[in-house]
């Protein structure tokens, strides 16, 4: 007996026959041959947990499992944990908002589902300990843990908002079902049938020349290879980017590659021959040559230049002057200095980049995971010479973005492949593939120093910071130019200089990261803000008190601002940093290896794109048959957009939420809502929401005799308004269709209002802002170098709180992101690509997180709501390394702050004191 | 991952023959290493046979003076098993500090041992504890066992039967661990013996080894003070993105004291 070509399991209790080549493990089968859709793939390697099933009642990574191994076995996916109807942990999930953008959430039930049957009722450090083998980077993992201790006795569901009450309720996401249910389809869940798998290969170099040998003789060797191409292929022009004039980066690279994990080339076959098939033989030949790896290197005099016309490799320089810096520092009291390095940060969202792409007719059709549809389409466009009209792309549920799914990734690929071949196909990148080829947060190299009068007022700050934007444009003018815009902190400037240069080097794309550089920037000016407040001799928070920028007072961009909420949160957080200050002053009292400290930083952000247009439009309608259809264009990759855009239009009409349905985010059915990126899809297509929301209103009662105040009611294909007494039905079926097709509709598009900045970054950069502020209170065991966060308290101001759980959702996933960000996340090209040598946050590092929502609401933000998204994690980090060097005088001047390097300034901090 | 063919043995003697008539075999216990060493095509072996199904190797028996570990012992049976927490709690300690529960039901000692990875658990308390290694063929003493980076001293299709592990007086795991895979970046194992103090430390060379000075310094006074003293070379140790070997050898000197004081 050598094989076993099948074995025969119980798959959620039906038994059932599988192949089992060897070498096959139970994740691939189960996805590819029983249609188990629900068992993720994240890293294929057994660090993610996405895949956990359970085997005989205990959870196992599937993709570790040989699926031989499974013969005779009980196999329990998540989708078997509770059909038809949903289990009570399941339904716990969904209530308690655990499930963000899912792609976690079916390893997560398995590990929850093993816990609770041999624990019913378990304690959140028993839930840590049995889910600690599953990662998550969107939630923080607080509402996972609520949910699991809560299965056992749910409370009650609240009563579903009624008519005009959706806002400000914190209501479930309206796609959270298939999220916790196990039906949720990602961009690697689905494929026309007989699909071609896409392959790339990829520079095993930082930098090399190339040239390829005989790719006919080698795809004829190859059984099962159906077709090869590289850029000599692509139809188009080999060249995309966010920011069209400065767009540089090729599909696939042409005769020179730029960093390491670049493609050249692709190859399209049978799924099976290309699972099998070993890249190692394809016929190109490297020839390396020297690499810039920094931007010291990049900007030495002489070095090669990455592309034509950027002289000193230098990509963009953002630049903002206010008032006599120079003048103003020479007036200060105290001056300080510092300087801060930050690393380059994996997004690492648990699913890696994924689609499909066939021909429908002859439109070139793609289903991937993306942030932004309407940029994917113009893209793939343009690099395959296509018109735009010719090319629909269907996001999929996206698992994790987080600012890298903006730029296109392997959309182009699949297209090339499917236009070519005529044939449908699909690519999913590996865990190592989608880490070394996608993009990254910017390394910072930062000098700033700051200058204050006697009694703590700032007068003057200069800020130059040098951002690894890596080979390729990306996002790298948006972190340059909106890092000096942001530099100073929510707080009172008035001589100011901030320069930020975006510098080219043969490192990982940088692109955008949650906050654009910002957060990078925050470190160095709260550590110097701390610096300050103790050598004055002030408390800390005060200081950031004294200077908060005021309703009314002007920002370092000269712009006036309204509805300021930064001193709002550092009030709301002054009992608690008493509080916490008594708490470790106690406990280092005691004496011993182990101290505690606290920390204090502050943030604010700019919602949307920097003094560009940047609208978003949103269509509603009322079929004939009566149904309320939201057209919704904003892809929710987690963060809950369809959900509070669903809220601001069911309020704007007069409907209860219930009503509505959404559809899309497709190119081909729903209009332009702009890309999920700057904190803009609850300003911006919320906005326009609630502008689309009050014209259908508006059709809806001329139709009627009836005024504003009648209310609304769907039955039975009519509309029916009361007022009082009156009451009156509009038949929509009598109505004759739209140019939409609908008996009323209406679409709105809503651009922030912004300015122009002139050359010292004048000008009017944002229409809304969001404010936070952050205590961190950690303990340093100061032997070892470790810093435990024990707990957060984050104050945000979000204008108005569209959806309360939704909003503290977003910020105990930001606290997990600065966390990593400030205590482990490095990557490096090379030596990182995977997840257990990248270190991301695990349910066991979480601190205990208390959100306090302020709502100080914006003039100019839909009912007065502000962005959030990327104001949660700047905080984060800042007030993490205050509160190490609170604990133990040594500062930090690297992030992240591994254990080695806390070690290396504690000794450090000790010698330095006399 | 290449192809090979795949054995499920029935028995000890079994898979012994399996392996040896394969022109390249390996064993398979909870294949949490050999899996993703394979996948990634660092490992391709002809051959795999797998011990899953050899109920004679899974198992604890503990008597007044030993507790007796099956190969093919799951790191959640020992982590779990009253006995071993009655009988050498460092040892179910260790146990349930390994990876995850994932890890925990699928990983074996067996597996964890004949691998010899310089970052694993249990290398710590073979040679911490003065294990004995028991295979189909001989007893191999603990001491002996760990020769070098995933090499240890198992002969070609020699198939570990159990760990006899003597009960000390008292010990203590303590370890420090890799964020994300609970590896360890430095573990110490310090235990009293009948035949003395033993340090075992691993994670921070090539293979777990013995922290003689150390041992020497505890023979008399066994406490962390007695410590004090002994400093740890960076000689010879492991330097990664992780921890370098300075940082290791600290490691070493604070964790050793740390297990001391968990001794009682």
Redesign the interface.
């Known amino acids: 007996m050598t094989l076993t070509p099948t074995v025969t399991l119980i798959l959620n209790g039906a038994p059932t026959t599988l192949h089992a080549e060897s070498g096959r493990r139970l994740s691939d089968v189960l996805r590819e041959d029983a249609g188990q859709r629900d068992v993720k793939v994240g890293c294929d390697a057994g660090d993610c947990g996405a895949c956990t099933i359970l085997l005989n009642d205990a959870p196992v990574c599937a993709c570790l499992t040989p699926v031989i191994q499974a013969e005779g076995a009980r196999i329990v996916t998540a989708r078997g944990l509770g059909e038809p109807a949903l289990s009570r942990l399941q339904e716990a999930f969904l209530r308690h908002g655990a499930a963000q953008c899912g792609i976690c959430t079916p390893g997560m039930l398995a590990a929850a589902a093993a816990l609770l049957a041999a624990a019913p009722t378990p304690t959140r450090a028993e839930v840590e300990t049995a889910l600690a083998g599953v990662l998550c980077r969107c939630t923080g993992y607080q509402k996972i843990v609520d949910a699991v201790v809560d299965a056992a006795n749910p409370a009650p569901a609240p009563p579903p908002p009624g008519r005009g009450s959706a806002v400000g309720q914190p209501v479930e996401r309206i796609d959270g079902r298939a999220k916790v249910d196990g039906t949720e389809c990602f961009g690697a869940d689905a494929w026309p049938e007989g699909a071609l798998t896409v392959r790339a290969v990829r520079s095993p170099h930082h930098a090399a020349g190339f040239a390829f040998g005989d790719l006919d003789v080698w795809r004829a060797s190859h059984p099962g290879v159906v077709a090869v191409f590289t850029a000599a292929d692509i139809p188009g022009r080999n060249c995309f980017g966010v920011i069209p004039q400065l767009a540089d980066q090729p599909a696939l690279a042409e005769g020179a590659a730029r960093f390491r994990g670049e493609a050249v080339a692709i190859v399209a076959g049978r799924h099976g021959a290309m699972l099998a098939l070993d890249l190692d033989d394809f016929p190109v030949a490297w020839t390396p040559t020297e690499p810039l790896l920094s931007p010291e290197a990049a900007l030495a005099d002489g070095a090669a230049l990455l592309h034509e016309g950027r002289p000193g490799n230098i990509l963009v320089q953002g630049r903002v002057r206010t008032g006599d810096p120079e003048a103003g520092m020479a007036l200060a009291a105290i001056t300080m200095t510092a300087s801060f390095r930050t690393s380059s940060v994996e997004h690492a969202y648990i699913e890696p980049e994924a689609g499909a792409a066939w021909m429908n007719g002859d439109v070139l059709t793609i289903a991937a995971c993306t942030q932004a549809p309407a940029m994917d389409r113009e893209g793939v466009a343009a690099i395959l010479a296509l018109p735009e009209a010719r090319v629909r792309i269907i996001p999929t549920a996206t698992g994790g973005g987080f600012g890298s799914k903006l730029d296109i990734s392997l959309q182009p690929l699949i297209g090339l492949v499917a236009l070519k071949t005529g044939q449908p196909c699909r690519m999913v990148y590996t865990r190592r593939e989608s880490m070394a080829s996608t993009t990254k947060r910017h390394p910072a190299a930062m000098t700033a120093t700051i200058g204050a009068d006697g009694a703590g007022r700032i007068l003057a700050m200069t800020f130059a910071g040098d951002f690894d934007t890596g080979p390729y444009a990306s996002w790298g003018p948006t972190v340059a130019n909106r890092v000096p815009v942001h530099a100073s902190g929510p707080h009172k400037t008035p001589h100011y200089l901030a320069e930020a240069r975006a510098v080219h080097t043969n490192g990982p794309i940088s692109g955008a990261f949650r906050g654009f550089g910002v957060p990078q920037a925050a470190i160095l000016q709260e550590m110097l803000y701390d610096r300050m407040a103790n050598a004055l001799g002030q408390d800390r928070l005060e200081f950031r008190k004294l200077n908060a920028l005021r309703d009314g007072e002007t920002t370092v961009c000269g712009q006036a601002l309204e509805a300021v909420g930064i001193l709002d949160c550092l009030e709301a957080l002054t009992p608690r940093w008493r509080a916490a200050l008594a708490v470790a002053e106690a406990f280092n009292s005691l004496g011993g290896p182990i101290r505690r400290g606290v920390g204090v930083a502050s943030c604010w952000y700019g919602c949307g794109n920097t003094s560009l247009a940047n609208p978003s439009t949103i269509r509603v309608g009322l079929t004939q048959a009566g149904q309320l259809i939201l057209h919704q264009g904003a892809t929710d990759i987690g963060q809950g957009s369809n959900t509070v855009i669903a809220q601001i239009l069911a309020d704007a009409i007069g409907l209860p939420l219930a009503d509505v349905r959404i559809v899309g985010p497709d190119t081909a059915l729903t209009p332009d809502a702009g890309k999920t990126s700057a904190s803009r899809q609850t300003f911006v297509s919320g906005k326009a929401a609630l502008l689309a929301g009050r014209a259908l209103r508006q059709a809806i009662l001329r139709q009627s005799n009836m005024g504003e105040s009648a209310t609304l009611s769907l039955i039975d294909g009519c509309v029916v308004l009361a007022d009082g007494a009156r009451v009156q039905a509009i038949d929509l079926g009598l109505l004759p269709a739209d140019r939409h097709g609908y008996a009323l509709s209406a679409e709105e598009t809503y651009d922030p209002p912004t300015l122009p900045l002139d050359a010292d970054g004048q000008g009017k950069p944002y229409a809304v802002y969001g404010y936070g502020a952050q205590i961190a209170e950690v303990e340093v065991d100061q032997e070892l170098g470790t810093v435990k966060v024990r707990r957060v308290t984050a104050a945000h101001d979000v204008g108005r709180a569209i959806n309360p759980l939704l909003a503290e959702g977003q910020i105990q996933g930001g606290v997990a992101q600065g966390l990593g960000l400030a205590l482990m996340e490095e990557y490096l090209a090379g030596r990182t690509e995977n997840l257990h040598d990248y270190l991301i946050p695990t349910i066991g590092d979480m601190p205990e997180i208390e959100t306090i929502l302020i709502e100080k609401p914006d003039p100019e933000g839909p009912l007065g709501a502000k962005g959030l998204g990327e104001h949660v994690l700047i905080p984060t980090a800042p007030a993490i390394f205050n509160a190490i060097r609170h604990a133990t005088g040594a500062e930090m001047t690297i992030a992240p702050a591994l254990p080695h390097r806390v070690r290396a300034a504690i000794v450090k901090a000790r010698q330095d004191t006399p | ?8 043995a029935e028995s000890v003697a079994d898979a012994a023959a399996k392996v040896a008539s394969a022109d390249d075999g390996v064993l ?1 216990a909870g ?2 290493t050999l ?2 060493t ?2 990634q ?1 660092l490992a391709q072996p002809s051959d ?1 046979v ?1 011990l ?1 199904g050899v109920a004679s190797l899974a198992g604890i028996s503990v008597t007044a003076e030993t507790v007796s570990i099956g190969a093919m012992t799951t790191h ?1 049976a020992v982590a779990n098993s009253a006995e071993v927490k009655q009988a050498i709690p460092a040892l179910a300690s260790l146990a349930s500090s390994i ?5 925990r ?2 990983g074996t000692i067996g597996g964890s041992i004949a691998n010899n990875d310089p970052a694993a658990d249990y290398p710590g308390a073979v040679l911490g504890l003065g294990a004995t290694v028991v295979t189909d063929k001989r007893s191999i003493p603990g001491d002996d066992f760990f020769q070098g980076m995933f090499e240890t001293a198992l002969e070609p299709g020699e198939i570990i039967q159990r760990i006899d592990f003597p009960i000390p007086k008292k010990a203590a795991y303590v370890k ?1 661990p ?4 609970r590896y360890a970046i430095v573990g110490v194992m310090a235990a009293e013996t009948a035949s003395g103090v033993r340090v075992a430390v691993t994670g921070a060379g090539p293979c777990a080894f013995r922290e003689t000075a150390m041992e020497t310094a505890l023979a008399g006074n066994f406490s962390p003070s007695a410590l004090d003293g002994v400093t740890v070379s960076p000689d010879g140790l492991n330097a990664d ?4 070997a300075v ?1 290791r050898a ?2 070493i000197g ?1 964790m050793a004291k740390r297990a001391v004081a968990a001794c009682g």
């Open positions: 991952m290449y192809a090979f063919t795949y054995h499920k398979m294949g949490m899996l993703p394979m996948k095509r795999v797998d899953g959640d990876g995850d529960p994932m890890v039901n699928r420090f890799n964020p994300a895979s993105i992780h921890a370098s940082y600290h490691l604070v």
